[in-house]
T-cell receptor
Framework: EADIYQTPRYLVIGTGKKITLECSQT?????MYWYQQDPGMELHLIHY???????EKGDLSSESTVSRIRTEHFPLTLESARPSHTSQYLC????????????????FGQGTRLTVV | RKEVEQDPGPFNVPEGATVAFNCTYS??????FFWYRQDCRKEPKLLMS???SGNEDGRFTAQLNRASQYISLLIRDSKLSDSATYLC?????????FGSGTKLNVKP
């Protein structure tokens, strides 16, 4: 089992509320990612980080923000939730390949299913 | 153009069948290749890495053709428990790109 945890697993919240989705990993991975996935659809990268104090926007534009103050922690924040933010948010982490030619996979948390009403 | 393209399926097969999935990727500089499995409303989990020499894990065989930028997954003797969505994944430098997934339904 991967040592990457997301909380909460499910969240139903009203429009306009500020929310933070938590993601923590105990594997010491430098790289962490946030993906957004609607039911039956593909994963879209919305944020990633190469290490502490490094954050980058992903390929899908998102109104959310992230921070990386500690290696193990990569929270995602929505300042004002809207119904269009309803989706599943998946956090992942990986390590740098220790040597050329090695495949190092991404490990996923169990996801947060967010519903904004 | 998408980084990774897959046939969405669904593939509906009887138990015991052999089924093959394919995907193509657009960036010839891609470094690592994987097949993930995702069950309904769950997170993706690594099924197997894919190497140029081809690799096998029990009933599953993966192949990579770098010249054609083509990845395949073969499942032999399908089980009911193989029903899931199979994601083709490519790593370019520090980012992972996921295909939209191929849905497999194994019927009794």
């Amino acid at each position: 089992e991967a040592d990457i945890y997301q909380t909460p697993r499910y969240l139903v919240i009203g429009t306009g509320k500020k929310i933070t989705l938590e993601c923590s990993q105990t594997m010491g991975h430098d790289k962490m990612y946030w993906y957004q996935q609607d039911p039956g659809m593909e994963l879209h990268l919305i944020h990633y980080s190469y290490g502490v104090n490094s954050t980058e926007k992903g390929d899908l534009s998102s109104e959310s923000t992230v921070s990386r103050i500690r290696t193990e922690h990569f929270p995602l924040t929505l300042e004002s939730a809207r119904p269009s933010h309803t989706s599943q948010y998946l956090c992942a982490s990986s390590e740098y390949p220790p040597r050329q030619g090695m495949n190092t996979e991404a490990f996923f948390g169990q996801g947060t299913r967010l519903t904004v009403v | 153009r998408k980084e990774v393209e897959q046939d969405p399926g669904p593939f509906n097969v009887p138990e015991g069948a052999t089924v093959a999935f394919n995907c193509t990727y657009s960036n010839s500089a891609s470094q690592s290749f994987f097949w993930y499995r995702q069950d309904c409303r769950k997170e993706p989990k690594l099924l197997m890495s894919v190497y140029s020499s081809g690799n096998e894990d029990g009933r599953f065989t993966a192949q990579l053709n770098r010249a054609s930028q083509y990845i395949s997954l073969l499942i032999r003797d399908s089980k009911l428990s193989d029903s899931a969505t199979y994601l083709c994944v490519v790593r370019n430098f520090n980012k992972f790109y996921f295909g939209s997934g191929t849905k497999l339904n194994v019927k009794p």
